[in-house]
């Protein structure tokens, strides 16, 4: 058996010691890397008296490594690195050991009396868990766990899967292998169990929670929009009623308006589901039509946000063809021309109403008018290049000088995207 | 929508770092073990913009996940940090509500301040607490007037804001408002802002 740098007993004390804390701890919900410096700070803010004493770690401020209340674990960086090197070493020797003999024991150990069913296994778990804890893209490590965990029977196992995730997302949010490993679990749970709604709603809680702290995280934002895949038609509607706050306090993400895009396609798809489950289309109509007037309001509200005005170009597009179109049974061909009706055309001049509303930049600079105009010009074009015949309406009904105003609006600041609109 | 902290600056000619009078922040969003650096960054940051923040002028300066704005009103100066979200406008209206609050609280008395303040202003931490909704400051917008006449100055980074020469970098490692700690939790973050993480 392969040796480390030194006897088994000797080294390894502080992995052991992380060990320990999180054992004795399961209820830690935060991990972090903290400055050496810190610790006193940390015991003064969380109200420690000087009688509390890890009784594992001398009261010495040099060689503090591990900071444990209220559920928090803080890891110093001073042994960081080290830590991290020596839990590495012990998995991959662990997962050697599990790999060459499964979960049994070996010859030796068994007449030693010294094997005690589940170690292997066990020691995997418990040290695979220690490194993703330090370095969460660590693959190997992933993969390990997935092994032992597709053997298990127990829903469980799973869910306590999740938590070690969520534990560890606390510190890495942006952690791609992490994120996938939540997608595997979950196939997992909906393969083997039934998929309890609970938990994608939970899922779904967990991303909009951690979205608000880590800024741009586009690994969460994807996760969100993953779980719709798993969603029925009236889990979808209470997403989009729930995450609606949430989008209009948050007006410069685009992730969480691309989310509800997601949710929105989904009740779309259902509109034509054969065998008599269809959505009811008069119900998807009303919700459209809410979010087409939220938006609005919203767009007025936060003058020049681009998110706001994307979102804006799906709503509008998909309600000329599914909604405002005369009623269609089945679904619309794409590239199939859309033919005029009264109420695309009510539909088109508010729209151009809107449009000539936002091209008026008043002579402050407080508000983004300038962008409010780009983003309503760059959308009414968007929208005709969609749907050539629209391009007739709005020339028409803005006249000349201001369609001038508009493409010129859009050449000064975005030129090639003016190139790419016009362009046939 | 989210105002992070608010602060009341004493900005004059003669001392080379404005001092701080009024300061209200809340951290509670942000990881456990990173509260204390966000309070001592702003505090830097509120400085290093205030210092830059010319009298009668008005500017906003994106850093990281946030938006700083300052007003400087007369020497008597006004931060706030709010997110991408908090509309311009109705964050300088509140910077404004908070200097006029501040002088009839405490008239010119900042004017001979010396050194930072430690004293919690009341009416500061109510304000962070109150604004966090934008309505709330669009109804001060009713009464200010003087808010449409003047221009803001927009840096998209803080590098904008400093002077020619003079780097982000060493203004951190030399302020002695950052601690050890938040010196490490800097370069940390400024390698693991974008979307990969390698430890």
Redo the contacts between chains.
């Keep these: 058996m392969r040796q480390g740098p030194c006897s088994e007993e000797g080294c390894f004390t502080v992995l052991k010691l992380f060990e320990h804390v999180l054992e004795s701890d399961p209820l830690i919900n935060e991990v972090g890397f903290i400055h050496p410096s810190q610790f006193n700070l940390l015991d003064e803010e969380a109200g420690s008296s000087s009688v509390y004493q890890n009784e594992l770690q001398p009261n010495n401020e040099t060689s503090r490594k591990f900071w444990n209340q209220d559920h928090k674990l803080g890891i110093s960086t001073d042994i960081l690195v080290q830590l991290c090197k020596d839990a590495k070493h012990v998995f991959l020797l662990a997962f050697e050991e599990y790999k060459r003999h499964g979960n049994a024991c070996n010859e030796s150990q068994i007449e030693n009396f010294s094997c005690s069913p589940g170690t292997p296994e066990i020691e995997v778990m418990r040290h695979s868990q220690a490194v993703l804890l330090l370095s969460s893209d660590f693959g190997t490590a992933w993969n390990a766990r997935k092994l032992i965990l597709s053997k298990k029977d127990q829903l469980s196992a799973f869910t306590k899967e999740l938590r070690l995730s969520e534990l560890i997302l606390s510190n890495s949010p942006k952690s791609e292998s992490t994120w996938s490993h939540r997608r595997w679990i979950i196939k997992m749970i909906s393969q083997r169990f039934s998929t309890p709604q609970v938990i994608i709603t939970k899922e779904s809680e967990l991303v909009e929670s951690i979205g608000e702290r880590s800024k741009m995280n586009y690994r969460a934002w994807y996760h969100r929009c993953w779980l719709v895949s798993y969603m029925a038609i009236e889990q979808v509607i209470q997403e989009l009623n729930k995450s609606k706050r949430w989008a209009g306090l948050h007006v410069a993400d685009s992730s969480c308006f691309h989310y509800r895009r997601r949710l929105m396609l989904k009740i779309l798809e259902s509109l034509y589901v054969k065998g008599g489950n269809a959505y009811d289309k008069s119900e998807a109509r009303k919700i459209w039509k809410e979010e087409l007037d939220w938006n609005k309001e919203l767009v007025e509200r936060y003058v020049g946000r681009e998110a706001l005005w994307l979102h804006r170009r799906f709503l509008s597009l998909n309600w000329i063809i599914y909604f405002a179109c005369n009623d269609l049974d089945v679904s619309p061909e794409p590239g199939e021309s859309i033919i005029m009706n009264e109420e695309i055309a009510i539909f088109i001049d508010n729209e151009i109403h809107l449009l000539e509303s936002s091209m008026i930049v008043p002579d402050t600079k407080f508000e983004d008018f300038q962008a409010q105009a780009l983003h309503a010009g760059v959308y009414m074009l968007w929208l005709t290049k969609k749907i050539p015949e629209l391009w007739r309406m709005v020339e028409e009904k803005l006249g000349t000088e201001k369609v001038k105003c508009v493409l010129s609006t859009i050449a000064q600041e975005r030129p090639s995207l003016l190139h790419h609109l016009v362009n046939v | 929508?989210k105002i992070t902290a608010l602060l009341v600056l004493k900005c004059a000619p003669e001392t080379s770092d404005p001092v701080i009078l009024a300061n209200a922040s809340d951290v509670s969003?942000?990881?456990?073990?990173?509260r204390?650096s966000v309070k001592e960054f702003v505090v830097f940051v509120g400085r290093t913009v205030a210092s830059r923040t010319p009298p009668s002028q008005r500017q906003s300066v994106q850093h990281e996940?946030y938006k700083v704005h300052a007003y400087n009103r007369n020497g008597l100066c006004a931060v706030g940090f709010m997110?991408?979200?908090y509309?311009?406008?109705s964050a300088?209206s509140l910077l404004n509500q908070v200097l006029d609050e501040y002088q009839k609280s405490f008239g010119e008395a900042w004017r001979s301040a010396k050194e930072d303040s430690s004293q919690p202003w009341p009416y500061l931490t109510e304000a962070l607490n109150k604004f966090q909704d934008p309505a709330e400051a669009d109804k001060l917008l009713k009464i200010q007037r003087e808010?449409?006449e003047t221009?803001?100055i927009?840096h998209k980074t803080i590098d904008s804001v400093l002077a020619r020469g003079e780097k982000l970098d060493s203004l951190v490692e030399k302020s002695s408002d950052l601690?050890?700690?938040s010196q490490?939790?800097y370069k940390?973050a400024k390698k693991?802002n974008s979307?990969?993480?390698?430890?």
């Excluded at chain 2, 969003?29 to 990173?34: A, I, P, S, T």
């Excluded at chain 2, 979307?195 to 430890?199: N, R, V």
């Design positions: 929508m969003h942000f990881g456990y073990f990173q204390s996940e997110d991408d979200h509309p311009v406008r300088f808010l449409d221009k803001i927009l601690s050890m700690a490490m939790f940390q693991t979307c990969c993480t390698i430890l």
